[in-house]
């Protein structure tokens, strides 16, 4: 039985609400799903506006979640980019999405 990547990101999205500050192999071994399915389900979290990593992983407030949305939308074509919130001018190689 394969298991969508809706229901992966969902059933990690609750763990990470239980255990605010968890790491990544924390994550893998409590959710019992394995490493690399575990790094593509935070890619796109945290692509979806959804998560913060740091030091460990974070959820963003709904305030967050908009801010950061509207920021991305926002930046696409600008000369800088905001991380971690700081705004950096872009390099050649940064994400067209950041």
């Known amino acids: 039985m394969s298991v969508r990547e809706e229901e992966t990101d969902w059933a990690l999205y ?7 500050g968890i790491t990544r192999e924390q994550l893998a071994t409590d959710s019992g799903i ?3 399915i575990v790094a593509a389900s935070l890619q796109r979290m945290e692509k979806g506006h959804l998560i913060r990593i740091t030091e460990g992983i974070h959820l963003l407030s709904l305030q967050e979640m908009l801010l950061s949305c509207k920021m991305a939308n926002t ?17 050649p190689g940064d994400d067209p999405d950041a």
Do not use: C, Q, R, Y
């Open 14 to 20: 609750h763990i990470i609400l239980a255990t605010p």
């Open 34 to 36: 394995s490493e690399d």
């Open 75 to 91: 930046m696409k074509n600008t000369p800088f980019v905001l991380e971690n919130g700081v705004i950096k001018v872009k390099t």
